[in-house]
């Protein structure tokens, strides 16, 4: 086994960029996504990984994580258009997928036939095109005609082709649009309303879309009107068509940044009523009716209303002047909405109390709304709801739920019109040996005193010295929950090992005061909560600090390059993958612009004074005892920009630690594009982790040196 080591450096050199020069960047030139210089370092990096991390055990566990993903029994997700359910399958004969289609009554079968609308493998080989599909829409009314979103390699920018699924053939004549950031909503069967940044001055400085355009059948792109449009600074516009009225409404929205919007109301020559409604709120309307959550306290009639809290008001009375709402949910100190959506005239609230998922259907009768709650669904592990009706206007009232926990497999079940009693659909394989184990939740007490929920999966006995893989996220009001993982499960696990969830302030789970309690300045806090799990673990018994190794990706780069140069003596090995790092530069770099209101604006010298501090970039200095980290990034990730793990990795070295980077050549802001390069660098990764805090089986002690 290879020991972390330091050794004795210039900070003059490898001390660079500092906080007090942020931009004196000796690695610059690693922002250089198909540079040469920048491709050979990580060529040469990628070797070195492979070298040390790879071998016949890791393509062993390789193939054996792929072989799950490719289960011919795994859930086959689907949502409803009309008469079918449409599927994205992948498997071990189709790593891009098959896009394809069947009824209700087959799909209920235990190998249902499928109808194949599109070979993504045949079309990526006559097209020369490293394709993948991200997404897909049809015409309200119509279901034979499709907008197919198709990536290159999963990044996020995208082709839009229209598709005949009768024909199973693209329209050569019909709506296409080269690569770019956005997406097109269909208006009608001859009218694409068009977000995207394709065009000369369509795009934000964020590279999303800035205008809305009205696209025609058999006219050109460049003459498409635009019918809304903002600044190009703020984030981006959204646009979506509402078809359960008629005519149809279509709602604006100017992005201003991550968490705040200004909402019109208009048709298909543009935006007529801006909503009076605060910025940062959430929206949905359905028929005549608006639900509201609003992100803070709303002063509003003489009444004020609790960030948090749903509103619901009959939308023509909204209009008119009315803000009698009615409220269908108060939030609770832990008690907090995860989201809402309407189907069928019913408003579903998706809530977590405690961290258990409680859910409730609102109905409008004549003078009151009736209330009811879901049940036959377990009250621990997770809980997903949503409609199987792609588009609202068609759905009857069916909901689809899943249900696992981390040693409970998924279960897909159908809730006929949402209330009905809940048949399993689908049931996913069970793939790795949970009967060792059991499932516990725990709190730590962070910095500030608050209580930090985390759960941890593992063997009913403790020895005191468990290989502990610890995950959290903490950003962006995105709420962690514990599902069954297939690789944690065959490959830690299965081998003796525990797993470790935590909840972190920056994350949904309490609502918006957890979300806030943890961005901007407050990110540090989000931090310093995931260093005080991984010293409740070892202050229970658990096990002891170098045996811990964490894990997290994109906001959580942040959190793992901080526990390298915030809490290095609370861990073994660190795993970092799509990271965010470079805190001054993050804004110049991709999407980063977008992320102003999660982190702040290190242009602004008052929010760069609380960036600095978790800019691990900045902080990173020579002579510290830092656990060993591996960094992993994808070239074609459009998000993220590969630059911050590459200039990481560099000065790491730099400093003589022990620093590991790998790099996908495609993919976008993920593990892979398909299933084998999702396990394979799942199995870098892991292995990674359990050389590095002592914990590899005999075996495999000959491949890690």
């Known amino acids: 086994m290879t020991h972390r080591h330091t050794r004795s450096v210039d900070d003059s050199r490898t001390g660079r960029p500092t906080p007090s020069a942020p931009d004196d960047d000796p690695y610059l030139w690693l922002e250089q996504i198909e540079g040469a210089r920048a491709l050979n370092f990580v060529e040469r990096q990628n070797s070195r990984t492979l070298e040390v991390f ?370 399993v659909l689908k049931q996913a394989p069970k793939t790795f040996a949970a009967e060792h184990c059991v499932v516990t939740r725990h709190e730590a007490v962070s910095i500030d005193g608050e209580r930090i929920p985390y759960l941890q999966t593992g063997p009913v006995r403790q020895t005191g010295n468990a290989p502990v893989h610890l995950s959290g996220y903490g950003g962006f009001g995105i709420s962690v929950k514990p599902y069954y993982n297939s690789a944690l499960g065959k490959l830690w696990l299965d081998c003796g090992g525990t797993t470790v969830q935590a909840n972190l302030r920056g994350g949904g789970e309490f609502g918006t005061r957890w979300h806030d309690a943890g961005r901007l300045a407050g990110k540090r806090l989000s931090h310093d909560d995931f260093a005080a799990v991984a010293a409740d673990l070892v202050k229970r018994g658990v096990t002891q600090a170098k045996r811990i190794g964490a894990e997290s990706g994109s906001n959580g780069g942040i959190l793992i390059t901080n526990m390298l140069t915030r809490y290095p003596g609370l861990f073994g090995a660190l795993f970092c993958t799509v990271p965010l790092i470079d805190m001054r530069r993050y804004t110049k770099l991709l999407a980063g612009a977008n992320w102003l209101a999660e982190y702040g604006d290190p242009d602004n010298a008052e929010e760069w004074e609380w960036l600095k501090t978790y800019s691990a970039y900045h902080a990173a200095r020579p002579g510290q005892s830092y656990p060993p980290i591996l960094m992993a990034t994808r070239r074609r990730d459009d998000r993220v920009h590969p630059g911050h793990a590459r200039k990481m990795a560099a000065k790491l070295q730099a400093m003589g630690y022990e620093a590991y980077f790998y790099e996908h050549a495609a993919g976008g802001h993920g593990y892979g594009k398909d299933n084998r390069e999702h396990a394979g660098l799942l199995v870098l990764g892991l292995r990674f982790l359990k050389s590095r805090i002592g914990w590899l089986d005999t075996e495999d002690v000959s491949d890690v040196v």
């Open 54 to 423: 790879g071998g016949p055990a890791a393509e062993r566990d390789r193939d054996a994580l792929t072989a799950i993903y490719d289960r011919p029994d795994n859930i086959p997700y689907v949502s409803r258009r009309g008469e079918y359910l449409y599927n994205l399958w992948r498997d071990a004969n189709n790593p891009r997928g098959l896009w394809r289609r069947t009824t209700l009554e087959e799909y209920r079968r235990l190998k249902p036939s499928w109808d194949i609308l599109l070979d993504l493998d045949q079309l990526a080989v006559s097209e020369g095109k490293d394709w993948l599909l991200n997404a897909t829409a049809a015409p309200p009314g119509d279901h034979s005609r499709w907008i197919l979103s198709l990536s290159r390699g999963g990044s996020d920018a995208v082709t839009l082709r229209e598709f005949d699924s009768d024909t199973k053939l693209f329209i050569h004549d019909g709506f296409v649009l080269p690569e770019a950031k956005g997406s097109g909503v269909w208006l009608d069967f001859d009218t694409l309303v068009l977000l995207s940044s394709h065009g000369d001055g369509m795009a934000a400085t964020t590279g999303y879309a800035r205008t809305v355009r009205l696209w025609r059948r058999g006219t050109h792109v460049d003459n498409a009107a635009v019918i809304f449009e903002t600044k190009a600074a703020h984030v981006s516009v959204g646009c979506s068509v509402d078809d359960t009225v008629v005519p149809p409404r279509i709602w604006f929205l100017d992005a201003t940044d991550v968490s705040n919007c200004v909402v019109w109301l208009g048709d298909e020559t543009g935006a007529k009523t801006r909503l009076d409604v605060p910025s940062n709120i959430w929206m949905r309307s359905h028929r005549n009716w608006l639900a509201l959550k609003p992100r803070e306290s709303w002063s509003v009639a003489g009444h004020t209303y609790a960030a948090d809290t749903v509103l619901v008001i009959a939308l023509p009375a909204f209009l008119a002047g009315s803000r009698q709402f009615e409220i269908l949910f108060e939030p609770g100190p832990r008690r907090a909405l995860q989201s809402f959506f309407w189907s069928a005239g019913k408003l579903a609230l998706c809530i977590l109390d405690e961290l258990r998922p409680v859910f409730e259907i609102c109905t409008p009768s004549d003078h009151r709304w009736n209330r009811e709650q879901l049940g036959g669904l377990p009250d621990l592990g997770v809980v997903d709801i949503w409609s199987l009706d792609r588009n609202p206007s068609e759905s009857n009232g069916d909901l689809l739920a899943h249900v696992e926990d981390p040693l409970t497999p998924p279960s897909l079940i159908l809730l006929e019109r949402g209330v009905g009693s809940p048949g």
